[in-house]
């Protein structure tokens, strides 16, 4: 779960970790009361789950009310790569003599923590490690030993941190990984992390991922989830117990178990096709869970075709079909359905879908075969259109 810079910062600060002072706003006049609580100048900032904020106009200095005003009314409604703005952050403004980079992330691979800090803050890490890729110093931490006094001095010597404020920055550092660890997070990032004119650091930004699995321990946290930042597919298969994950093909995609699920996103792909997500409707699946699954699946506007992989274990393939029947009768699809059951009660469920004679589906023995004709019948909609 992604957090709002403001939530992030509101976080950071249980942990200690100093942040510009700052208040949140929906409306103008909201943003006008917090600005003069603050005093002048602040900074408008656009709250939105999304890079380039200021590049795209989101963030402006307002030297008093009247340009506070102004920004604020600017900010609230713009669209920026594709969200709207609905609220705002007003901060002091601060004053910059530095601009490092400071982050912990869960490195998958190393099935470790990684703790990276850079001098070149302020601007794409991405393009930093491309360009200067010496310029990040990196260290993984051992989560028994977690991360200590000595590891933020390494990472301040390697980064090449000015002498004076390397206390200042690693006492940050220990802070940041504190509330990275007891919040139980994906991501923490500070870039800016600056360093001001009387050598005091600071977080000027923050960006925060949570892990939701662990959200059932942090009450708190899991009232902070922003919905209308979240994809509307995903938010419906959520709410629905489904897990799914949009992508940016057109083939929709369903199977009972991560793994054939991946499998399935390869082989449709090998077979010339895109696909438009990942759902897994987990074993045991029944009917109702097919039901909502296709809901899910259809309301992606961009899919052309949709291909059900499923093995039957714990699942049942005739429950799977039954559930596909039920699914036409109430949603009444129009585009083309391919069907490869396989495993328990594999012939029943053929069947059931044989007898019901449902529009516009294919049923296939195969996985290559159902892909190969998946891919086909999307070419072929897409065609028609």
């Given at each position: 779960?992604d957090?709002?810079e403001?939530?992030?910062?509101?976080l950071?600060?249980r942990?200690?970790?100093?942040?510009?002072?700052?208040?949140?706003?929906?409306?103008?006049?909201?943003?006008?009361?917090v600005?003069?609580?603050?005093?002048?100048p602040?900074?408008?900032k656009?709250?939105?789950?999304i890079g380039?904020r200021?590049?795209a106009?989101?963030?402006?200095?307002?030297?008093?009310?009247?340009?506070a005003?102004?920004?604020?009314?600017?900010?609230?409604?713009?669209?920026?790569?594709?969200?709207?703005?609905?609220?705002?952050?007003?901060?002091?403004?601060?004053?910059?003599?530095?601009?490092?980079?400071?982050s912990f992330v869960?490195?998958?691979a190393?099935?470790?923590t990684?703790?990276?800090?850079?001098?070149?803050?302020?601007?794409?890490?991405?393009?930093?490690?491309?360009?200067?890729?010496?310029?990040?110093?990196?260290l993984?931490?051992?989560?028994?030993?977690?991360f200590?006094?000595?590891?933020?001095?390494r990472?301040?010597?390697?980064?090449?941190?000015d002498?004076d404020?390397v206390?200042?920055?690693?006492?940050?550092?220990?802070?940041?990984?504190?509330?990275?660890?007891?919040e139980?997070?994906m991501?923490v990032?500070?870039?800016p992390?600056i360093?001001?004119?009387?050598?005091?650091v600071?977080?000027?930004?923050?960006?925060?991922?949570l892990?939701?699995n662990a959200?059932?321990?942090?009450?708190?946290?899991?009232?902070?989830?922003?919905?209308?930042?979240?994809?509307?597919?995903e938010?419906m298969?959520k709410?629905?117990?489904?897990?799914?994950?949009?992508l940016?093909?057109?083939?929709?995609?369903l199977?009972?178990?991560?793994?054939?699920v991946?499998?399935t996103?390869?082989?449709?792909?090998q077979?010339?096709?895109s696909?438009?997500?990942?759902?897994?409707?987990?074993?045991g699946?029944?009917?109702?869970?097919?039901?909502?699954?296709?809901?899910?699946?259809?309301?992606?506007?961009?899919?052309?075709?949709?291909l059900?992989?499923i093995?039957?274990?714990?699942?049942?393939?005739?429950?799977?079909?039954?559930?596909l029947?039920?699914?036409?009768?109430?949603?009444?699809?129009?585009?083309?359905f391919?069907?490869?059951?396989d495993?328990?009660?594999?012939?029943?469920?053929?069947?059931?879908?044989?007898?019901?004679q449902?529009p516009?589906?294919?049923?296939e023995?195969?996985?290559d075969?159902?892909?190969?004709?998946?891919?086909?019948?999307a070419?072929?909609?897409?065609?028609?259109?």
């Amino acid at each position: 779960m992604d957090l709002l810079e403001y939530q992030g910062k509101q976080l950071f600060a249980r942990h200690g970790v100093p942040v510009p002072r700052g208040g949140y706003a929906a409306t103008v006049d909201e943003a006008l009361d917090v600005a003069d609580g603050i005093g002048y100048p602040v900074v408008v900032k656009a709250q939105v789950q999304i890079g380039g904020r200021g590049k795209a106009g989101g963030i402006k200095v307002a030297r008093n009310r009247d340009e506070a005003g102004v920004h604020a009314d600017a900010i609230l409604g713009m669209d920026i790569r594709g969200l709207t703005v609905r609220e705002l952050w007003i901060e002091e403004a601060s004053d910059i003599a530095s601009e490092y980079y400071a982050s912990f992330v869960f490195d998958r691979a190393a099935k470790a923590t990684l703790a990276m800090l850079s001098t070149k803050g302020g601007m794409d890490i991405e393009a930093v490690a491309e360009e200067d890729p010496a310029a990040i110093a990196r260290l993984h931490v051992d989560p028994l030993l977690g991360f200590q006094d000595f590891h933020a001095r390494r990472l301040c010597f390697d980064a090449g941190v000015d002498a004076d404020v390397v206390r200042g920055v690693s006492a940050l550092l220990g802070r940041l990984y504190e509330a990275y660890e007891q919040e139980e997070a994906m991501l923490v990032e500070v870039n800016p992390l600056i360093i001001k004119d009387d050598r005091s650091v600071a977080a000027l930004d923050a960006k925060v991922t949570l892990d939701d699995n662990a959200l059932f321990r942090h009450g708190d946290n899991a009232e902070l989830r922003n919905v209308s930042g979240e994809d509307e597919q995903e938010v419906m298969a959520k709410e629905r117990g489904l897990t799914y994950v949009k992508l940016d093909g057109d083939i929709g995609i369903l199977g009972n178990g991560a793994g054939l699920v991946m499998s399935t996103l390869d082989v449709v792909a090998q077979a010339g096709g895109s696909p438009a997500n990942f759902l897994d409707a987990g074993g045991g699946s029944k009917a109702e869970a097919i039901t909502s699954a296709v809901e899910v699946i259809l309301s992606d506007p961009k899919v052309k075709a949709v291909l059900f992989n499923i093995f039957g274990g714990i699942t049942r393939c005739d429950e799977v079909a039954k559930g596909l029947i039920a699914a036409f009768a109430e949603i009444r699809p129009t585009v083309p359905f391919v069907v490869r059951l396989d495993g328990t009660n594999d012939k029943e469920g053929r069947a059931l879908l044989a007898e019901a004679q449902l529009p516009n589906v294919h049923t296939e023995a195969t996985m290559d075969g159902a892909a190969a004709k998946v891919v086909e019948l999307a070419a072929s909609t897409e065609a028609s259109r």
